[in-house]
Protein backbone atom coordinates (compact mmCIF):
# COMPACT_ATOMS: atom_id res chain seq x y z
CA UNK A 1 0.00 0.00 0.00
CA UNK A 2 1.36 3.51 -0.77
CA UNK A 3 0.12 5.10 2.43
CA UNK A 4 -0.69 4.11 5.63
CA UNK A 5 -3.88 4.44 6.89
CA UNK A 6 -4.58 5.90 10.59
CA UNK A 7 -7.51 5.08 12.68
CA UNK A 8 -9.53 8.17 11.59
CA UNK A 9 -9.56 7.13 8.03
CA UNK A 10 -6.04 9.63 7.22
CA UNK A 11 -4.03 8.47 4.92
CA UNK A 12 -0.52 9.39 5.12
CA UNK A 13 1.88 9.10 2.30
CA UNK A 14 5.82 9.48 2.72
CA UNK A 15 8.15 10.39 0.46
CA UNK A 16 12.22 10.90 0.12
CA UNK A 17 13.80 13.20 -1.85
CA UNK A 18 17.79 13.10 -1.97
CA UNK A 19 20.47 15.51 -3.12
CA UNK A 20 24.30 15.40 -2.83
CA UNK A 21 26.44 17.55 -4.32
CA UNK A 22 28.28 21.08 -3.44
CA UNK A 23 26.88 24.74 -4.10
CA UNK A 24 30.32 26.36 -3.00
CA UNK A 25 30.97 27.55 -6.95
CA UNK A 26 27.82 29.09 -6.58
CA UNK A 27 24.32 29.60 -8.09
CA UNK A 28 25.42 28.75 -11.97
CA UNK A 29 27.31 25.63 -11.06
CA UNK A 30 25.83 23.35 -8.67
CA UNK A 31 24.22 20.45 -9.65
CA UNK A 32 20.61 20.08 -9.61
CA UNK A 33 19.39 16.36 -10.25
CA UNK A 34 17.94 14.62 -7.43
CA UNK A 35 16.11 11.66 -6.74
CA UNK A 36 12.87 11.34 -5.51
CA UNK A 37 11.34 8.04 -3.46
CA UNK A 38 7.93 7.16 -2.34
CA UNK A 39 8.25 3.30 -0.95
CA UNK A 40 6.85 1.01 -1.72
CA UNK A 41 6.67 2.22 -4.88
CA UNK A 42 10.43 0.34 -6.07
CA UNK A 43 10.35 3.12 -9.05
CA UNK A 44 12.42 6.14 -8.19
CA UNK A 45 12.35 9.39 -9.74
CA UNK A 46 15.56 11.31 -10.81
CA UNK A 47 14.69 14.51 -11.34
CA UNK A 48 15.88 18.42 -11.89
CA UNK A 49 14.96 21.87 -12.17
CA UNK A 50 13.69 23.54 -14.93
CA UNK A 51 16.21 23.94 -17.33
CA UNK A 52 15.64 27.62 -17.60
CA UNK A 53 16.91 27.65 -14.04
CA UNK A 54 20.10 24.97 -15.02
CA UNK A 55 18.03 22.02 -15.00
CA UNK A 56 18.62 18.88 -16.98
CA UNK A 57 16.10 18.74 -19.49
CA UNK A 58 16.03 15.11 -19.99
CA UNK A 59 14.50 14.79 -16.78
CA UNK A 60 11.46 15.53 -15.38
CA UNK A 61 10.75 18.98 -13.20
CA UNK A 62 8.53 19.75 -9.95
CA UNK A 63 6.06 21.28 -12.27
CA UNK A 64 5.93 18.66 -14.41
CA UNK A 65 4.82 16.68 -11.57
CA UNK A 66 2.15 18.85 -10.59
CA UNK A 67 0.92 18.81 -14.06
CA UNK A 68 1.23 14.94 -14.60
CA UNK A 69 -0.56 14.44 -10.64
CA UNK A 70 -3.39 16.53 -11.82
CA UNK A 71 -3.82 14.99 -15.21
CA UNK A 72 -3.26 11.34 -13.85
CA UNK A 73 -5.69 12.15 -10.96
CA UNK A 74 -8.18 13.27 -13.41
CA UNK A 75 -8.12 10.25 -15.19
CA UNK A 76 -8.27 7.67 -12.57
CA UNK A 77 -11.31 9.40 -10.73
CA UNK A 78 -13.02 9.32 -14.49
CA UNK A 79 -12.21 5.69 -15.37
CA UNK A 80 -13.95 4.82 -11.68
CA UNK A 81 -16.69 6.56 -12.14
CA UNK A 82 -17.17 5.14 -15.94
CA UNK A 83 -16.94 1.89 -14.67
CA UNK A 84 -19.56 2.21 -11.54
CA UNK A 85 -21.59 3.61 -14.35
CA UNK A 86 -21.09 0.61 -16.76
CA UNK A 87 -19.91 3.19 -19.54
CA UNK A 88 -17.41 1.46 -21.72
CA UNK A 89 -14.02 3.92 -22.15
CA UNK A 90 -11.68 2.81 -24.82
CA UNK A 91 -9.04 5.19 -24.96
CA UNK A 92 -8.30 8.14 -22.88
CA UNK A 93 -5.20 10.77 -23.99
CA UNK A 94 -5.17 14.13 -21.92
CA UNK A 95 -2.87 16.90 -23.62
CA UNK A 96 -2.91 18.68 -20.39
CA UNK A 97 -0.96 22.25 -19.94
CA UNK A 98 0.13 24.50 -16.60
CA UNK A 99 0.99 27.89 -16.82
CA UNK A 100 3.83 29.43 -14.90
CA UNK A 101 3.13 32.98 -13.50
CA UNK A 102 6.35 34.99 -12.38
CA UNK A 103 3.99 38.53 -12.06
CA UNK A 104 2.21 38.93 -9.34
CA UNK A 105 3.73 37.72 -5.98
CA UNK A 106 5.67 34.74 -5.84
CA UNK A 107 6.24 32.37 -8.83
CA UNK A 108 3.35 29.57 -9.07
CA UNK A 109 1.79 27.38 -10.72
CA UNK A 110 -1.23 29.91 -12.20
CA UNK A 111 -3.74 27.59 -14.08
CA UNK A 112 -4.11 23.75 -15.02
CA UNK A 113 -6.06 22.87 -17.91
CA UNK A 114 -6.26 19.23 -18.77
CA UNK A 115 -7.58 18.29 -22.30
CA UNK A 116 -8.94 14.49 -22.07
CA UNK A 117 -9.68 13.20 -24.96
CA UNK A 118 -11.72 10.45 -24.34
CA UNK A 119 -13.37 7.27 -26.38
CA UNK A 120 -16.45 5.47 -25.18
CA UNK A 121 -18.22 2.49 -26.91
CA UNK A 122 -21.63 3.54 -28.80
CA UNK A 123 -24.53 4.12 -26.22
CA UNK A 124 -24.33 6.67 -23.43
CA UNK A 125 -24.55 10.36 -24.77
CA UNK A 126 -21.65 13.02 -24.96
CA UNK A 127 -23.60 15.05 -22.20
CA UNK A 128 -23.98 12.51 -19.73
CA UNK A 129 -20.02 11.38 -20.36
CA UNK A 130 -19.05 14.96 -20.07
CA UNK A 131 -21.22 14.91 -16.80
CA UNK A 132 -19.20 12.10 -15.66
CA UNK A 133 -16.01 13.76 -16.55
CA UNK A 134 -17.06 16.92 -14.25
CA UNK A 135 -18.11 14.56 -11.51
CA UNK A 136 -14.51 13.28 -11.87
CA UNK A 137 -13.42 16.46 -11.56
CA UNK A 138 -15.45 16.62 -7.71
CA UNK A 139 -13.58 13.70 -6.72
CA UNK A 140 -9.96 13.88 -8.01
CA UNK A 141 -8.25 14.29 -4.43
CA UNK A 142 -4.75 16.22 -6.48
CA UNK A 143 -7.50 18.82 -7.71
CA UNK A 144 -8.85 19.16 -4.51
CA UNK A 145 -5.83 20.01 -3.10
CA UNK A 146 -4.54 22.67 -5.09
CA UNK A 147 -4.92 26.39 -4.69
CA UNK A 148 -4.11 26.56 -8.59
CA UNK A 149 -7.30 26.87 -10.56
CA UNK A 150 -7.56 23.31 -12.73
CA UNK A 151 -10.03 23.02 -16.16
CA UNK A 152 -11.42 20.35 -17.29
CA UNK A 153 -11.80 20.44 -21.26
CA UNK A 154 -13.09 17.17 -22.51
CA UNK A 155 -13.49 15.88 -25.97
CA UNK A 156 -15.82 12.84 -26.37
CA UNK A 157 -15.86 10.81 -29.34
CA UNK A 158 -17.28 6.94 -30.06
CA UNK A 159 -14.81 3.36 -30.82
CA UNK A 160 -15.74 2.17 -33.97
Known sequence: MAFTEAPDGTHRYR??????GSTGAGYDAYERAHRVEAPPAAAA?????????????SRLDPEQLVLAAASSCQLLSFLAIAARARIDVTDYRDD?????????????IAGIVLRPQIT???????PRVER??????????????????????P???YSV
Open 96 to 108: AEAVMSHDEGPAR
Open 120 to 126: VAPGPSV
Open 45 to 57: LELSNDPSLGGDA
Open 15 to 20: ATCTWS
Open 132 to 153: LVHLAHGECYVANSLATPVAVE
Open 155 to 157: AIT
